[in-house]
């Protein structure tokens, strides 16, 4: 038993179960021993791949994307370069590589990196230094100064918490997690029924609400609106709302049971596009897509960037250039679902009201050349 695991027992006999979403944001939060405070995570050596791991090509593509969007904002003369949740720093470094091409935006931007975990700030650290663009570090959100603002957050509101909820005995029970008689944390329902949830649902049917999510998304709709700006959220999930669990563990490139050594794994959950939509709208902001992730990148031109780097690569490369092509935004059959990313990552883009459709979001087939 981890220390983590002995913690979470000793509170929850102390004082009951406790909710998916307390479970979530202490296994990946708990400032001594939550996941993102202890773990490399990504990156070949972590816990699961992401797609700027994958290839330089998603970095520069939204580093590219930014620029766009700020020209559309009426090129500010001040502007901050939002990521939250930037892992290794990749997706930044390729970003500010690409954005070299545009001497005006590289002068214009403040980077701001929302980041918890010490680990990867030192590592974001090493990424980036040398760009000679000046960097702030926050712990959340709240903390960055006023003023027009770019977020690009990959791979971020999945590890936000959610609850769960369980239709049973003719209503919705929160789903909890206990300690069983063996000492094992084990999940269950609550004794009593959640009145304020109006959905319908079919005995056992599990309804899981991005609570996380939704109140960052509300946050960034009303920051974009009072002082300009733009929110790119690229993700693992889904357009419609489902019935069902997402809430996944993984460690060491393999899916483990999400109750088992807390704090060791990395604990995601799908996010639910429709309900950021609708938070970002709620805020009074405009709601671009969500465009599955092949889409978005083939309209922003990887096909085209990666012919370039393939025809100044060794041979040798260009097997990989190609393979990484296929795994960000190929549409190719017989793709392994869990790897899938062109179909299965969503992105959703937040603006204010009156705002063209930024880049990789206009209507109208995508430019696959
Ligand atoms: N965007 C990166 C990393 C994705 S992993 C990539 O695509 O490779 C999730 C990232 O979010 C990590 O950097 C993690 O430390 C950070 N993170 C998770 N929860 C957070 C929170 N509540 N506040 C700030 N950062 C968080």
Redesign the pocket.
Known sequence: MNPLETLLQEMILESGPISVERYMALA??HPVYGY?RTQA??GAEGDFI????ISQMFGELIGLWAVEVWRLMGAPKEVKLV??????G??MADALRAVKVAPDFRDAIEVHL????LP?REKQRAALEGQGIRIVWH??LDEIPPGPAIFI????FD??PVRHYVHRDGGWRERQIGVDENGRLFFGVSGAHESAIAAKGEPEDILEVGVGAARLMTQLGVRVVTQGGAVLAIDYGYSEPARGETLQAMRAHKFVDPLESPGEADLTAHVNFSALARAARGAGAAVHGPVTQGDFLARLGIFERASALERAAAPAQRAAINSALERLAGEGEGFDRATDMARLFKVLAVTRREFDPPPGFAEGAPNEG
């Open positions: 990946l939060g993102y995570a990504v992401t797609a700027p791991e990521e939250l949740g930037p892992g290794r990749t997706l929302v980041e918890i975990s990867l712990a959340s957050a990959n791979e971020f590890a936000l």
